[in-house]
Each structure stands twice: as structure tokens, then as C-alpha cells.
């Protein structure tokens, strides 16, 4: 059976990036209060002001999103800078190799996704709701983020409202059928063991 827990906005951790450079709002970590060196997989907002380098995460793999803000551009690993706006694709790279972000102007507010390599693996997707969404969840572990807007999830043996800012964990969740609806802007994010 799937387990839900609603997980509200106002509920988020904050706490200080592992560079010292900024602050974290995580949404959810896995094992529950993992420190930043043992966590499988965890999910967090950060204000990005400056720029300048990424906090390097051994053995992670990381998917970014910007929220708010004009956007900005990713060096990752010496390759050529990727910009990177409200609008786009959420982008998938490894968190253990030097990445420096250029702001193209003022701050702005990304979503991260981080899973374990070799352990788990992730996938994000970026969804704009205007009615009804039918989604099947393939995955474990499966969270819907809604950044913009208010959000009904529904899945076999339950259903959750979202305001902007909250987010529905659904573990044991292989195979469940998801319906979405609102007039929102939102991510979802799969975990599933590797």
C-alpha cells in the first residue's frame, strides 16, 4: 500500500549551505535526518545571489531547476556554460565535479534534487498543470512539488491538496496511477534503487 505524507511549505528546514555561500530550504531528505555526507537521496530549495562555485558532492548526482529569477548559466566540469531559465528542461549533472553558476541578472531560486550514485537514481520533470494530469508512477518513491499555484493529487487509496511551496511523498509507490489537477506549476520527482 502506498504511504503518503503531506509535507507542508512552512514545515521546511533551513539550514546553511556546505560551502558556507548561502542557505538551504530542504523539502525532504532520505534517511530522515541524514546528515549531508549519508543521505540516499534529498530535495532542497536555495537563493542563489553571487556568482561562483557549486559545493561539491561526492558520489552524488544532481538535477537543477530554476523556481525564480532570471536564470543563469552552469560551467560544469570545464564544458560549455548551459543557461538555464524558469522555463527550462530541469538539468541533470554530476554534483563531484567543479561547477561555477554566472547569474544573468540578480538572484534566483533553484530546486535540487540529489540522489546517491549507484545506490538510487533520479528523474525530474517539470509540469505545467491547466486541468486534469493522469501520471503513472514508476518509481518507489515518488514527490510532487508544487512551485505555482494549487494542486489536487490523487492516487489509489488517497488524495492530497497543495498550496504553492508544498509537496506529496509517496513511498511504495511502484505502479500507482497518479491524477493531477489543478492550474499550477510543479515537479515531479522519482527515486527509485539503482
Request: glycine share 12%.
Amino acid at each position: 500500500m502506498t504511504r503518503a505524507t503531506i509535507l507542508a511549505a512552512s514545515r521546511y528546514r533551513r539550514m546553511p549551505w556546505k560551502n558556507g555561500g548561502g542557505e538551504t530550504v530542504e523539502i525532504a531528505i532520505s534517511p530522515a535526518g541524514s546528515a549531508l555526507s549519508d543521505f540516499d537521496w534529498r530535495i532542497s530549495m536555495a537563493t542563489v545571489a553571487t556568482d561562483g562555485p557549486f559545493s561539491i558532492f561526492p558520489g552524488i548526482d544532481r538535477t537543477l531547476s530554476i523556481l525564480d529569477g532570471e536564470g543563469m548559466s552552469l560551467e560544469i566540469g570545464g564544458s560549455a556554460p548551459v543557461a538555464l531559465t524558469q522555463t527550462s528542461a530541469p538539468l541533470a549533472f554530476p554534483a563531484d565535479v567543479p561547477v561555477s553558476a554566472t547569474l544573468k541578472s540578480g538572484p534566483i531560486t533553484d530546486l535540487n534534487v540529489m540522489t546517491r550514485r549507484g545506490g538510487m537514481g533520479h528523474q525530474v520533470e517539470r509540469l505545467v498543470v491547466d486541468g486534469e494530469l493522469k501520471f503513472s508512477g514508476a518509481a518507489d518513491t515518488l514527490l510532487v512539488f508544487c512551485h505555482r499555484g494549487t494542486l489536487k493529487v490523487a492516487w489509489t487509496d488517497g488524495q492530497a491538496s497543495l498550496g504553492e511551496g508544498d509537496t506529496v511523498l509517496l513511498q511504495d509507490a511502484t505502479g500507482t496511477p497518479l491524477e493531477i489537477d489543478g492550474q499550477a506549476v510543479c515537479y515531479v520527482i522519482t527515486i527509485d534503487a539503482a
